[in-house]
């Protein structure tokens, strides 16, 4: 497709009566030689907009620059289909609406701003979507619980193929041990029979679900849509090749010797929650000792969870848990004492029914920390401190003492197979002052061919890392979703949800994967980084930095990339220090072609200029926000939007600093442990890559202060004009850049 | 309302006696009391209580036989259904309370005030079919002994005078109702349908 | 013969809504939100910051809407509320009235009208606490940026934004239109409400200024809510020096909303961190039954626990009484931990009140079944709901509920080809 860019001027909405649409227009037609450049009091309107498409039309425009509002609006009216490449000027929200209207300065910033978006054009391509030949369309669900069977019968449910692998001998996981579980439906009232023989009979009836069971995973290769499995099973391995695939490996109960402060250990008749549901589900319930049928019961709640000895956390499904189990003593035999001593119930939502009920039928919940459990012959007694009643207490002469002993997810255990590499290899990289590699928990389970590591990277108690409040499935392995108990502690009714929702983001994957796009947060996105490996180093920054492991490794440390696993954000761009990997759309030169496009003032006219980098996540829609309500900023920054900080490439600062630009102010998302950056790591990466900074400024003889990085939010924007006006004044103290002019 | 202070070890826990209490015509609504205390709040003789009806049920549920029969709590409640009203369990408090007196009678906890009182009470209306206000003081007075009539009598003395001088307090009994006969047999019939209703 | 319809509606533009559309559209499918508001966003639009990890929700929306932005697979109708449903699974038609915004598609964002109006009305968005224009835009980020006129608010026979607007983009004689889809498959995701506190008669909302509700809390914390994010009594606009925030105001109640709401407890640890932030030595308390921080929120709860000037009464609030002189509050509770009735005093109460299911009240226009608080408990082929709608969650519960109901939309127009 030729080159032919069209640069359409809107002077509606006050942006014609602060600029000068007619200097404005000169920037595009005489300095960048733009042959189609048209202006316009309301180029949104109907008949502006049959303006540029006539042009399209009829004078071939192939590139369409549009100078008026934010990319944020009129989405939908300057939607020229994907054979246009599109830009839009922010004139608006950035310009006239933060500025002095009918202003020289004004005036160079929205010229500024045009030019570079024209410089911006200059260097892109329009990207060709990276398209996987017979991209595999198959699911692989590991993990044949609850939560694995419904993902596999849900996304076969969707027309799609499964590989569901299962560790044990049959499926079924927690619920081939349970006796009945806690009710999945209204009323919440009883406990439910656990379905599984229907569950089974639904997946070996379905003939788009191959099961594995007695199979673990040898080795996982490759990305989404061609993901090579090697199955062990056996003494032998085999092969399975699918598109995406769902963990749903859950959890495993919190080891119960460690409870011995419980009584775990020191009678037959101390038992876990999961041990109790084997009692159940053998008939009556009769304590093991001596085999004599329950009549009174103990039940200790938080056993380990919500413990800083022992599980930080709630493990979530304890409480509805132990409710459920209560209920058998009590169905067993109606006069039976059943005691439940608990810091708080946590039958949340429609649960509380469930609790009611159990209320009801006599099952005694007593508030209490519980300080001892002692045997007494078979008999034990639980000693408390009843926290309502204000006095110690105890229930004696119990038959059994169940210990609801939390979960832990799958994923959180080493394998001792794999020794201490790991831990070694993040110490060395401590050592080396270079990003912490996050923190992955070998646990044998996925064994991925992946250079960063082989399981999902957890953010803690090893839980698989993702955004868990607006994107609870999208972990730091592209194609890989966890699903069910180890995602997030939580109960089966939960897991149910969980899984059919990780069903769609498997099914997407594939249908994203198969036409080349990126899945979340750039949903859509084909361009992808090109790496000119000839000129590579072997530095392996991008292998190491990339947040999503995308990048493999030959054994010479060259790069292999992986672009279905890629999400586009950058950060490997931006780590290249031999600037070697670029987007069509999106590369080193082009934002530095950009932001030396911008007129930077000799030191005599007293104009300085601030080079401001924004993550086009959350801080350019605070820009634009600032502009909506109107507030006033300093006229000298010139703001360029980035992908994510992580994409910001260190050249760009010495372009920046070599120009002329007095100051750079990067604004980029939170990051640590509640992070908000898009790409999880990047604007961290940035500000790690930012630290080495100063070492070259100050070489070059410059402050290091006059670059400095900040986190915005979205809801920031009132900050906006206090972070920008600080920074100008701090960078006007420091004087004009002594490379000016240079 | 006080502490529940033990002084000879840890509470046990007695569930025949929580048993015996559940099987109260309102008893087994106990179970559902979730403790979050918006009884006490509610009550309107709360600061008379020693135990809030919240903890009393506690007292119940752990079967504390001895301090429910020491409590004054049930004796203090006054009925303004405040709490049946507004507990989110919906727990029928009063009605609770109504049975935990009747049970404390019954097992001969009768040396309260309020229970004397409830008896001559329901006595008079028995004898008459109506109330007999003399006749209620002089039961009432008989039950409590000499102390109390000491104490009492003469400090309500003038109430009872402005009663007389309205009427209010006639001195010779009223006649008994029409078919008092029949109206008794009515209350066993209906103490009889209770009973099998407990029962069931 | 039976064409199947592959294209999904969903109702409500909310969180879950957003999410089933979007997630079922990146899939390949026509998706069609049908929105009430003149925005899309629904609730969430209003909260200050999600809990646990204290960001705005305005972030998760942009990409939300970024997403809507890059698809045409995603269409969606503002304003709309959807009339009737008839057919069945793989063939549904949906009648859709659209109310008039008496502004069309012309608008530019710009805001020359709501310069210019001279009528005011009770801003909804803030809970009636702040006024704007009759010619609004409903938020800051509202999405789609076009400006609403509210009719009802307008002076009469006055026509200033329609001469003000140079876009022809005010049409104050705009009528309601009702409009046919055809669709393969439904997910009703209309969501929430916060319980009327009104009827707690013994908390004073409605009759004591400064006993709040916690959504009313979100807007007074929110840079964009009616105060600009600064936290003070409505009466007196005065900063506070203490704060209460009562537990299972309506929720866990016989009386009220029976199931357990199941966010408020950690709203109100989130909002106590906001006063925290705002006031480091106003004394706060929170009065609950039981404190419903489950899985990794436990260290949420941990963590607010242990900020000073925090205090936890285990003891439902009973009453509220306002001292009428200061506007101050007295909360009675049983401290249960403490053995002792407590008697507070405080400049402000916020009620955290729980759920009501929006089809409590409006019922989905075909055969559903519900729970005793109006929740749908069961749904019928190729309708099926999505996040409050189905049981009170937070929003990334409802989020993953959202995800499944898209497949299950999915698998309804797929399975019928």
């Known amino acids: 497709m030729a080159k032919k860019i069209g640069v359409y001027i809107c002077s509606g909405c006050g942006i014609g009566d602060a600029l000068d649409i007619d200097a404005l227009a000169k920037v595009a037609t005489k300095e960048y030689k733009v042959p189609v450049c048209?202006?316009?009091?309301?180029?949104?309107?109907?008949?502006?907009?049959?303006?540029?498409?006539?042009?399209?039309?009829?004078?071939?425009?192939?590139?369409?620059?549009?100078?008026?509002?934010?990319?944020?609006?009129?989405?939908?009216?300057?939607?020229?289909?994907?054979?246009?490449?599109?830009?839009?000027?922010?004139?608006?929200?950035?310009?006239?609406?933060?500025q002095e209207p009918d202003d020289e300065d004004t005036q160079m910033m929205a010229e500024d701003y045009l030019r570079i978006t024209l410089a911006k054009l200059k260097n892109l391509e329009l990207p060709e979507a990276y398209v996987i030949e017979n991209c595999n369309k198959r699911v692989m669900v590991v993990g044949g619980g609850l939560a694995g069977m419904t993902s596999a019968v849900e996304v076969a449910k969707a027309g799609y193929e499964v590989v569901l692998v299962e560790k044990e001998?049959?499926?079924?996981?927690?619920?081939?041990?349970?006796?009945?579980?806690?009710?999945?439906?209204?009323?919440?009232?009883?406990?439910?029979?656990?379905?599984?023989?229907?569950?089974?009979?639904?997946?070996?009836?379905?003939?788009?679900?191959?099961?594995?069971?007695?199979?673990?995973?040898?080795?996982?290769?490759?990305?989404?849509?061609?993901?090579?499995v090697t199955l062990k099973q056996g003494g032998g391995t085999l092969e399975e090749k699918v598109g995406a695939i769902i963990l749903a490996t859950g959890a495993v109960p919190y080891e119960p010797s460690k409870l011995g402060h419980l009584g775990y250990g020191a009678s037959p008749n101390v038992v876990t929650q999961a041990q109790f549901e084997e009692l159940a589900a053998k008939g009556t319930i009769a304590r093991p000792s001596d085999g004599k049928a329950v009549q009174k019961v103990g039940f200790i709640q938080c056993a380990g969870s919500r413990d800083q000895e022992h599980l930080p956390y709630c493990s979530a499904a304890c409480c509805v848990e132990s409710i459920k189990q209560a209920l058998y003593v009590k169905g067993q035999n109606s006069e039976a004492a059943v005691y439940v001593f608990y810091k708080d119930i946590r039958s949340s939502g429609q649960y509380e029914h469930f609790y009611k009920k159990a209320q009801s039928e006599g099952v005694m919940f007593i508030k209490a920390d519980v300080t001892g459990v002692t045997d007494d012959g078979g008999n034990l007694t639980i000693e408390a401190n009843d926290l309502?009643?204000?006095?110690?207490?105890?229930?004696?002469?119990?038959?059994?003492?169940?210990?609801?002993?939390?979960?832990?997810?799958?994923?959180?255990?080493?394998?001792?197979?794999?020794?201490?590499?790991?831990?070694?290899?993040?110490?060395?990289?401590?050592?080396?002052?270079?990003?912490?590699?996050?923190?992955?928990?070998?646990?044998?389970?996925?064994?991925?061919?992946?250079?960063?590591?082989?399981?999902?990277?957890?953010?803690?108690?090893?839980?698989?890392?993702?955004?868990?409040?607006?994107?609870?499935?999208?972990?730091?392995?592209?194609?890989?979703?966890?699903?069910?108990?180890?995602?997030?502690?939580?109960?089966?009714?939960?897991?149910?949800?969980?899984?059919?929702?990780?069903?769609?983001?498997?099914?997407?994957?594939?249908?994203?994967?198969?036409?080349?796009?990126?899945?979340?947060?750039?949903?859509?996105?084909?361009?992808?980084?090109?790496?000119?490996?000839?000129?590579?180093?072997?530095?392996?920054?991008?292998?190491?930095?990339?947040?999503?492991?995308?990048?493999?490794?030959?054994?010479?440390?060259n790069p292999l990339p992986n672009p279905t696993r890629c999400r586009r954000c950058g950060t490997c761009m931006g780590a290249c220090p031999e600037r070697i990997i670029s987007f069509k759309n999106y590369s080193v030169p082009m934002l530095g072609n950009m932001l030396k496009s911008i007129e930077v003032p000799e030191e005599d006219e007293e104009k300085p200029r601030v080079l401001i980098f924004a993550c086009e996540n959350d801080a350019i829609p605070a820009l634009d926000m600032a502009g909506i309500n109107r507030l006033q900023y300093s006229k000298w920054v010139r703001i360029i939007p980035v992908r994510c900080l992580g994409s910001l490439n260190l050249v760009w600062i010495n372009d920046a600093m070599s120009k002329g630009f007095d100051g750079v102010l990067l604004m980029g998302c939170k990051h640590g442990d509640d992070y908000q950056c898009h790409f999880m790591k990047g604007s961290e990466l940035a500000g790690i890559r930012l630290s080495k900074v100063s070492e070259t400024l100050d070489r070059l003889g410059l402050e290091s202060e006059r670059v400095y990085m900040t986190e915005v939010n979205v809801m920031d924007y009132d900050r906006i004009p206090k972070i920008i006006n600080e920074f100008v004044e701090k960078i006007d103290k420091f004087g004009p850049n002594p490379m000016k002019g240079f | 309302m006080t502490g529940f202070n033990v002084s000879s070890g840890p509470l046990k826990y007695d569930t025949e006696f929580a048993r015996e209490i559940y099987s109260l015509e309102n008893g087994h609504h106990i179970k559902k009391c979730m403790q979050c205390g918006m009884c006490e709040v509610s009550c309107a003789t709360r600061k008379e209580m020693d135990y809030s009806p919240r903890k009393m049920f506690l007292l119940l549920r752990t079967g504390q036989r001895e301090e429910f029969f020491k409590s004054n709590t049930m004796w203090m409640c006054s009925t303004c259904l405040m709490c049946k009203v507004r507990c989110p369990r919906g727990v029928p408090i009063v009605d609770v309370m109504h049975d935990l007196k009747c049970y404390a009678i019954s097992k001969g906890y009768t040396e309260r005030a309020q229970a004397a009182f409830y008896q001559s009470f329901w006595k008079e209306i028995w004898s008459r079919g109506k109330q007999f206000e003399g006749g209620l003081m002089a039961r009432y007075y008989l039950k409590r002994g000499w102390k109390d009539i000491r104490k009492d009598a003469f400090r309500m003395k003038d109430m009872g005078l402005t009663m007389l001088k309205h009427g209010r307090m006639p001195l010779m009994p009223p006649k008994s109702v029409k078919g008092l006969k029949d109206v008794q047999k009515l209350v066993e019939v209906a103490k009889a349908q209770l009973q099998k209703g407990a029962d069931r | 013969m039976n064409m199947v319809n592959k294209s999904i509606l969903v109702v409500g533009g909310g969180i879950s809504g957003l999410t089933a559309a979007i997630e079922a559209a990146e899939v390949g499918f026509d998706v069609f939100i049908v929105e009430k508001n003149p925005y899309l966003g629904g609730k969430v639009t209003q909260i200050n910051q999600y809990f646990p990890k204290l960001c705005p929700p305005n972030c998760g929306l942009e990409i939300n809407f970024r997403r809507i932005r890059s698809n045409p697979a995603v269409k969606f109708f503002t304003m709309a509320e959807v009339e009737s449903v008839s057919g069945q699974e793989g063939n549904f038609d949906v009648t859709v009235k659209i109310n008039p915004r008496y502004v069309?598609?012309?608008?530019?964002?710009?805001?020359?009208?709501?310069?210019?109006?001279?009528?005011?009305?009770?801003?909804?968005?803030?809970?009636?606490?702040?006024?704007?224009?009759?010619?609004?835009?409903?938020?800051?980020?509202?999405?789609?940026?076009?400006?609403?006129?509210?009719?009802?608010?307008?002076?009469?026979?006055?026509?200033k934004c329609v001469e003000a607007c140079q876009y022809n983009?005010?049409?104050?004689?705009?009528?309601?239109?009702?409009?046919?889809?055809?669709?393969?498959?439904?997910?009703?995701?209309?969501?929430?409400?916060?319980?009327?506190?009104?009827?707690?008669?013994?908390?004073?909302?409605?009759?004591?200024?400064?006993?709040?509700?916690?959504?009313?809390?979100?807007?007074?914390?929110?840079?964009?809510?009616?105060?600009?994010?600064?936290?003070?009594?409505?009466?007196?606009?005065?900063?506070?020096?203490?704060?209460?925030?009562?537990?299972?105001?309506?929720?866990?109640?016989?009386?009220?909303?029976?199931?357990?709401?199941?966010?408020?407890?950690?709203?109100?640890?989130?909002?106590?961190?906001?006063?925290?932030?705002?006031?480091?030595?106003?004394?706060?308390?929170?009065?609950?039954?039981?404190?419903?921080?489950?899985?990794?929120?436990?260290?949420?709860?941990?963590?607010?626990?242990?900020?000073?000037?925090?205090?936890?009464?285990?003891?439902?609030?009973?009453e509220i009484q306002e001292d009428s002189a200061t506007g101050?509050?007295?909360?009675?509770?049983?401290?249960?931990?403490?053995?002792?009735?407590?008697?507070?005093?405080?400049?402000?109460?916020?009620?955290?009140?729980?759920?009501?299911?929006?089809t409590a009240e409006t019922k989905v226009p075909a055969e559903m079944t519900y729970d005793e608080d109006g929740y749908v408990a069961a749904g019928t082929p190729g309708i099926c709901a999505a996040g409050c709608t189905k049981k009170p969650q937070d929003v990334a519960a409802a989020v993953a509920d959202a995800t499944a109901a898209a497949l299950r939309a999915i698998q309804s127009v797929r399975g019928q080809s």
């Open chain 1, 38 to 98: 048209q202006k316009n009091a309301f180029f949104c309107g109907k008949e502006g907009v049959e303006v540029i498409k006539k042009d399209i039309a009829e004078n071939e425009v192939t590139y369409v620059v549009i100078a008026g509002c934010s990319g944020r609006v009129n989405y939908d009216v300057f939607n020229f289909g994907p054979s246009v490449v599109l830009e839009r000027v922010n004139l608006r929200e950035r310009v006239v609406w933060t």
């Open chain 3, 328 to 358: 101050q509050l007295v909360i009675v509770a049983e401290d249960q931990l403490n053995q002792a009735l407590s008697e507070e005093k405080f400049d402000m109460v916020v009620l955290a009140t729980g759920m009501q299911p929006a």
């Open chain 1, 169 to 228: 001998d049959s499926l079924g996981g927690w619920l081939k041990r349970s006796y009945k579980i806690a009710p999945l439906n209204s009323p919440y009232t009883d406990p439910e029979d656990t379905g599984l023989e229907a569950r089974v009979k639904e997946i070996e009836g379905n003939s788009n679900i191959k099961v594995y069971t007695s199979t673990t995973i040898e080795k996982t290769a490759g990305a989404p849509g061609m993901f090579d």
């Open chain 1, 388 to 557: 309502l009643m204000g006095s110690p207490t105890m229930a004696d002469e119990l038959d059994m003492v169940v210990l609801a002993n939390g979960m832990v997810p799958t994923t959180a255990f080493e394998d001792p197979a794999y020794g201490t590499e790991a831990q070694e290899e993040a110490a060395c990289a401590a050592a080396d002052a270079a990003p912490v590699p996050a923190p992955i928990i070998k646990s044998n389970i996925l064994n991925l061919e992946y250079r960063q590591g082989p399981e999902l990277p957890s953010l803690k108690y090893g839980f698989p890392d993702s955004h868990f409040i607006c994107f609870p499935y999208e972990t730091r392995r592209t194609g890989i979703y966890a699903a069910g108990s180890v995602r997030r502690p939580m109960d089966m009714s939960q897991a149910v949800g969980d899984a059919t929702g990780a069903a769609l983001k498997a099914v997407q994957c594939i249908e994203m994967t198969d036409k080349g796009g990126a899945v979340h947060p750039r949903s859509g996105d084909i361009s992808f980084p090109d790496f000119q490996l000839n000129r590579c180093t072997q530095c392996k920054r991008c292998t190491e930095e990339c947040p999503f492991g995308a990048i493999n490794e030959d054994e010479k440390g």
């Open chain 3, 104 to 159: 069309n598609e012309n608008c530019t964002g710009c805001g020359k009208c709501a310069e210019v109006c001279p009528a005011q009305r009770a801003n909804d968005f803030n809970y009636g606490l702040d006024k704007t224009k009759a010619a609004y835009l409903p938020h800051q980020f509202a999405f789609p940026v076009k400006y609403v006129i509210d009719a009802g608010a307008c002076q009469d026979g006055c026509s």
């Open chain 3, 169 to 318: 983009a005010i049409e104050k004689d705009m009528q309601p239109k009702t409009m046919k889809l055809n669709v393969g498959s439904i997910v009703w995701a209309t969501g929430w409400k916060p319980y009327d506190a009104e009827k707690l008669s013994y908390y004073g909302f409605g009759r004591y200024p400064n006993v709040i509700t916690n959504v009313i809390m979100e807007r007074l914390a929110a840079i964009n809510g009616p105060t600009g994010g600064k936290i003070v009594r409505p009466s007196d606009g005065k900063e506070i020096k203490s704060i209460a925030f009562v537990q299972c105001a309506g929720s866990r109640d016989e009386n009220h909303l029976h199931a357990c709401s199941s966010v408020c407890c950690m709203a109100s640890l989130k909002q106590a961190t906001y006063v925290r932030e705002q006031y480091p030595d106003a004394k706060i308390c929170i009065y609950y039954i039981d404190i419903r921080a489950r899985g990794k929120h436990e260290d949420f709860f941990v963590k607010v626990q242990n900020e000073a000037n925090i205090t936890l009464i285990k003891g439902k609030a009973g």
